[in-house]
């Protein structure tokens, strides 16, 4: 029936042409020879599994059984086709090790899955599965625990029925090792020479002494994106969803990972694009922790050094193991749940994880339709599949989609609408890669000023030539939402125009783009989103993400203190080689923003990536509120950073003190350290800080990981 219909779009468009062709003949003497057909149709395909009030399959349906409407209005089903599992899935004989004459076969990753063909249909009446393996979020044994999972399923478990794809991501691409196929000597053979290791710490090297610094709008390079995020795992995971779903029939993704995480850098716009891409093309999530059955001592093993603080004789440092192991599967958890998957967590029997999506496929329809709805407006659609003549027949299908979204050359006036569109949508644009950092300042007893650093990478910015320079145009909007009330607080609608020397425009393909704006709010939890967009392409970034400004005016037991800002760039305002739109703006900003002092800018580094051969700045605010009625005390804090690698201290700053600013009347104490790398080695690493207060006998600690590089 599908291959019938493709037919007959040919055949209609076959039928147009010779039509427009006719119709030319009687043209007039001066008309044009040339002829433009264009035709939009938006084929949309659903899987629907039906079954009886027992539980059983209905077989014999046919596209007049069944009623299909999107939003509401009535859709004309034109492929209707079954797909016949259990009358072809019978379990293959069981291939034991050394048994079977493998033959190593010669691959090379491919980029796309092959559709079917008019003449081969090789899907039909087959079950998808894609065993997906991310080398870069799992340990060597937890790797092999992986592959010989894998291995298990194909030797015992795959049946007659079955079609087996083997994808891999290793930090740098999402590769097809080998396409949908039954040959089990060719999925065994590619499995066992897979390579355990792959894609540990693959990221490149920064910047290294040979680079020139470009000033305000440049960072480290592009490769600091790959550490410290999960942005890139789950951009790899919507390009495999993408890449699957050039097939229109069910898909299962079995997904190997180490646990997934996202952080307080990561991009939750991403989350929602890399669900939405999967659920468009069909495929479901099955995670599966390839960590397995994990019995963890509360002070951690002998992996790793011990915590070292204080937090280990106050159940404070188990407590946060067990946490992060936790979260490492939430993550997981959404991608299944929200994909129509399901997890699998802390057991060893991995293979058991593959054997659940395979029951999960059963026998299902196919139906496929052109909706009515022509608009590339990507707005969510609502689909409602019933049975005619059965209500109690229950149907199990995709809910709805969004739709496409086109963005065509705008005039200035659409370029802002889209822009104002894109920020509308539930379905974020991750054309661009973007990273953020949020940090929070108490500027007086209500309100805290909070500066927004952005970064994009250079290489996925085009440029163009304008007035004999090299100039690239940044497109900026976002907005703030107070998550209590849900109401926009505040906006932010500018763009950066950045121009460029022949020696900067060289270097805009390994170094980032930095922007930077701030805001004043109240202490509350709030939900930020953020576009960025190439003017020259059109390309669209999103950036999504909640974060909470604290009451420090409650804090009692510790020191309070503001957002602790980790830079490697102090630079000239001046020397900035981006115009903001708002410039007037930018000039109250830098006012109360405390990152600015004596005309130069303390730019975060987002990613807390740093070269050796710079300096890492350390810059925070403690508070001391004094009692109503009194001035706070004049007495200095005092504040140390120390750096940590495997546990064990390996560089402590001199301690500082530092009285309050006697003209704050909250007590602000600002304190900055300059702390020189070159004498540590590669790698990653805990920066700590130390503040003590002798007044009142409190104290605070601040730690994070960052990693140096040479």
């Not at 193991?321 to 929200?338: E, I, K, M, P």
């Not at 889209?418 to 500027?443: G, Y």
């Not at 940044?474 to 926009?488: A, C, R, S, Y």
């Not at 500018?494 to 393909?509: G, M, V, W």
Request: hydrophobic share 40%; glycine share 6%; aromatic share 8%.
């Amino acid at each position: 029936m599908m291959r019938r219909m493709l037919a007959v779009i040919a055949a209609f468009v076959l039928a147009t042409i010779a039509s427009a062709q006719q119709i030319g003949q009687n043209k007039s003497a001066q008309a044009p020879d040339n002829f433009t057909l264009s035709v939009k149709v938006q084929l949309v395909v659903e899987s629907v599994v039906v079954r009886d009030k027992q539980g059983k399959p209905i077989h014999g349906l046919s596209a007049k059984d069944f009623t299909v409407t999107e939003d509401g209005a009535p859709q004309t089903i034109k492929i209707c086709e079954y797909q016949n599992l259990s009358a072809n899935s019978e379990l293959l004989p069981v291939s034991k090790p050394g048994e079977e004459d493998i033959h190593i076969y010669k691959h090379l990753a491919q980029t796309q899955i092959a559709p079917e063909s008019p003449d081969h249909e090789r899907y039909k009446n087959r079950r998808l599965m894609a065993l997906y393996f991310d080398m870069s979020a799992m340990r060597p044994a937890d790797q092999m625990r992986a592959l010989g999972a894998a291995e298990q399923f194909v030797r015992t478990q795959m049946t007659t029925a079955d079609l087996v794809a083997i994808m891999r991501y290793n930090s740098a691409s999402v590769d097809i090792l080998e396409d949908f196929t039954a040959n089990r000597d060719k999925l065994l053979s590619i499995l066992q020479t897979m390579i355990v290791g792959e894609g540990q710490e693959s990221a490149e090297d920064v910047d290294d002494a040979s680079s020139a610094d470009t000033g305000a709008a440049f960072g480290q390079d592009d490769s600091e994106f790959n550490i410290f995020n999960t942005d890139r795992q789950l951009a790899a995971l919507e390009t495999a969803a993408k890449l699957l779903g050039q097939v229109p029939e069910k898909k299962s993704l079995i997904y190997f990972a180490g646990g997934l995480r996202l952080n307080g850098v990561d991009n939750q716009a991403q989350m929602h694009a890399t669900v939405d891409a999967a659920i468009k093309a069909g495929v479901s999530f099955w995670p599966i922790d390839a960590r397995g059955l994990v019995a963890q001592a509360p002070l951690g093993d002998a992996t790793q050094g011990s915590q070292g603080n204080a937090g280990i004789y106050t159940g404070a440092a188990a407590n946060a193991v067990r946490t992060n192991f936790q979260l490492s599967q939430d993550t997981l958890y959404a991608l299944a749940g929200d994909t129509g998957g399901k997890a699998l967590f802390d057991s060893n029997d991995l293979d058991h994880g593959i054997v659940q999506a395979q029951d999960a496929i059963s026998d299902y329809y196919v139906i496929g339709y052109y909706t009515t709805n022509t608009n590339r407006d990507g707005k969510f659609r609502r689909v409602k599949i019933a049975l005619a003549g059965d209500s109690e027949a229950k149907l199990d299908y995709r809910q709805g989609y969004y739709a496409d979204k086109e963005f065509a050359r705008f005039t200035a006036v659409d370029k802002e609408r889209q822009l104002e569109d894109a920020l509308m949508l539930d379905d974020p644009i991750t054309e661009l890669t973007i990273s953020m950092e949020i940090d929070h300042f108490q500027l007086n007893r209500a309100e805290y000023f909070v500066p927004i650093v952005v970064k994009i990478p250079g290489r996925e910015l085009a440029l163009a030539k304008r007035g004999g320079a090299e100039h690239t145009l940044i497109d900026f909007v976002g907005e703030i939402k107070d998550m209590v009330g849900g109401v926009t607080v505040t906006n932010v609608r500018d763009h950066a125009n950045i121009k460029l020397s022949d020696a900067t425009a060289s270097e805009l393909a390994h170094r980032p783009i930095e922007y930077d704006t701030g805001f004043t709010l109240l202490p509350g939890k709030y939900m930020i989103k953020f576009l960025a967009r190439d003017d020259e392409t059109g390309r669209i970034g999103t950036f999504q993400t909640t974060f909470t400004i604290p009451n420090l005016n409650k804090e009692e037991k510790r020191i309070p203190i503001s957002s602790v800002v980790l830079a490697s760039q102090r630079v000239e305002q001046k020397q900035a080689i981006y115009d903001a739109a708002k410039a007037k703006d930018r000039e109250k900003e830098d006012a109360v923003n405390p990152l600015v002092q004596d005309g130069k800018k303390l730019i975060p580094s987002v990613t807390r990536v740093f070269s050796a051969n710079r300096e890492l700045y350390v810059y925070l605010q403690a508070y001391r509120q004094a009692a109503a009625g009194q001035a706070p005390s004049t007495q200095p804090l005092f504040a140390y950073v120390s750096l940590y690698s495997g546990g064990a201290e390996v560089f402590e700053s001199g301690a500082i003190a530092v009285a309050p600013n006697p003209a704050s009347r909250i007590g602000v104490t600002a304190m900055s350290f300059d702390v020189a790398l070159s004498q540590l080695a590669a790698g990653q690493y805990d920066c700590q800080v130390t503040l003590l207060d002798p007044v009142t006998q409190k104290t605070n600690f601040w730690r994070a990981p960052i990693v140096i590089t040479q």
